[in-house]
């Protein structure tokens, strides 16, 4: 069963850091492509990251280039995401999803949720 | 950067009836168009790809149409889990893929 689960969100304050992890199973992780995609009520969804096979190929969303880094361990079949210099406005549930083919995505995670707070 | 809008906002249907979502982008994105249900706490679900190519395991039920910056998420007969959160993204032209902001179908 292909399945992605997110870990390491949390209460933040503004300025701080946090690391997200997004664990592959039922696939191999190497012959994908992935991404993470964020959700908010106002903003509702907005892709934010991907991250090719290799790992050598990466794209950013403006809204948090220079702040994230995306990474991926293949041996470990795991994605991540360290996010740095967290604002207010990064609180949001965040998804990792399998790119299909830089396309579409499928599965997603069942995300973990951020709070950016003071 | 693409800006996906879809509308309505929100759409009462009553069960067994047809629901027709529409998606515009605000260029070309040729048919690089999908669909996804959300359900409330749950991820979003890939129901459509390719603009009109059903995603493994969605029922035909579920049909998407269009091509260009018009496309349509047409569901028939619908059921009580159909009531939820759809969403068009296209994947044209990217970074960034983008998403529209949502229609909400409900009873």
């Known amino acids: 069963q292909v399945q992605l689960v997110e870990s390491g969100g949390g209460l933040v304050k503004p300025g701080g850091s946090l690391r997200l992890s997004c664990a592959a199973s039922?696939?191999?992780?190497?012959?994908?492509?992935m991404s993470w995609i964020r959700q908010t009520p106002g903003k509702g969804l907005e892709w934010i990251s991907n991250?090719?096979?290799?790992?050598?190929?990466?794209s950013y969303a403006d809204s948090v280039k220079g702040r994230v880094t995306i990474s991926r361990d293949n041996a470990r079949n795991s994605l991540y995401l360290q996010m740095n210099s967290l604002r207010v406005e990064d609180s949001a549930i965040y998804f990792c999803?399998?790119?299909?083919?830089?396309?579409?995505?499928?599965?997603w995670g069942q995300g973990t949720r951020v709070t950016v707070s003071s | 950067e693409i800006m996906m809008t879809q509308s309505p906002a929100t759409l009462s249907v009553s069960p067994g009836e047809t629901a027709t979502l529409s998606c515009r982008a605000s260029?070309?994105?040729?048919?690089?168009l999908a669909w996804y249900q959300q359900k409330p706490g749950q991820a979003p679900r890939l129901l459509i790809y390719?603009?009109?190519s059903r995603a493994t395991g969605i029922p035909a039920r579920f049909s998407g149409s269009g091509s260009g910056t018009e496309f349509t998420l047409t569901i028939s007969s619908l059921q009580s889990e159909d009531f939820a959160v759809y969403y068009c993204?296209?994947?044209?032209?990217?970074?960034?893929?983008?998403f529209g902001q949502g229609t909400k179908l409900e009873i």
């Open positions: 999803a399998r790119d299909v083919s830089y396309s579409w995505f499928d599965p």
């Open positions: 039922g696939f191999s992780l190497s012959d994908y492509y």
């Open positions: 991250i090719s096979r290799g790992g050598k190929t990466i």
């Open positions: 260029q070309t994105v040729y048919s690089n």
């Open positions: 390719g603009a009109s």
């Open positions: 993204q296209q994947y044209n032209k990217w970074p960034p893929y983008t």
